[in-house]
């Protein structure tokens, strides 16, 4: 057996496993706290927070960031492609609104996290609140 053919064998039977996992992660409900605050905190919350609150929106509390800002809501529970939050991850950064407004897009992962919480609900505890990184030396210290 050629070892182009034993790799192709291999890479086959594996695939399967690796599509589960895959698809089990996806399924699995997505941690506010652990996964969802930091990428915000530190993607979104420089510009968005109490001290600017660029087009109007504040993603610092759960009824700020479920209010929106000046073009509405943002985020639509259950529906991140009606989600103006997840939309404008996906946007190119030659568009102006793009978001994080950096040259570096927010990674595959992230995105995908964002993507999968509101899918699940957008559920958000309560009580929780985010700090922008402006404040992270003084709340942290």
């Given at each position: 057996?050629?070892?182009?053919?034993?790799?192709?064998?291999?890479?086959?039977?594996?695939?399967?496993?690796?599509?589960?996992?895959?698809?089990?992660?996806?399924?699995?409900?997505?941690?506010?706290v652990r996964r969802v605050k930091p990428i915000l905190e530190?993607?979104?919350?420089?510009?968005?927070?109490?001290?600017?609150?660029?087009?109007?929106?504040?993603l610092e509390t759960k009824e700020r960031a479920m209010k929106?800002?000046?073009?509405?809501?943002?985020?639509?529970?259950?529906?991140?492609?009606?989600?103006?939050?997840?939309?404008?991850?996906?946007?190119?950064?030659?568009?102006?609104?793009?978001?994080?407004?950096?040259?570096?897009?927010?990674?595959?992962?992230?995105?995908?996290?964002?993507?999968?919480?509101?899918?699940?609900?957008?559920?958000?505890?309560?009580?929780?609140?985010?700090?922008?990184?402006?404040?992270?030396?003084?709340?942290?210290?």
């Open positions: 057996m050629s070892r182009f053919l034993r790799i192709a064998l291999a890479l086959g039977a594996a695939l399967p496993a690796c599509v589960m996992e895959l698809t089990r992660l996806k399924n699995d409900p997505v941690n506010f530190k993607s979104c919350l420089e510009c968005h927070q109490h001290r600017y609150e660029f087009a109007g929106l504040n929106g800002g000046r073009s509405g809501p943002v985020i639509v529970p259950g529906a991140p492609h009606q989600s103006r939050l997840y939309k404008v991850l996906l946007l190119g950064h030659d568009n102006p609104v793009a978001m994080p407004p950096t040259p570096e897009r927010l990674e595959r992962d992230y995105e995908q996290t964002i993507h999968d919480w509101i899918q699940q609900g957008a559920k958000w505890p309560e009580g929780v609140r985010l700090t922008p990184p402006q404040d992270w030396k003084k709340s942290r210290s």
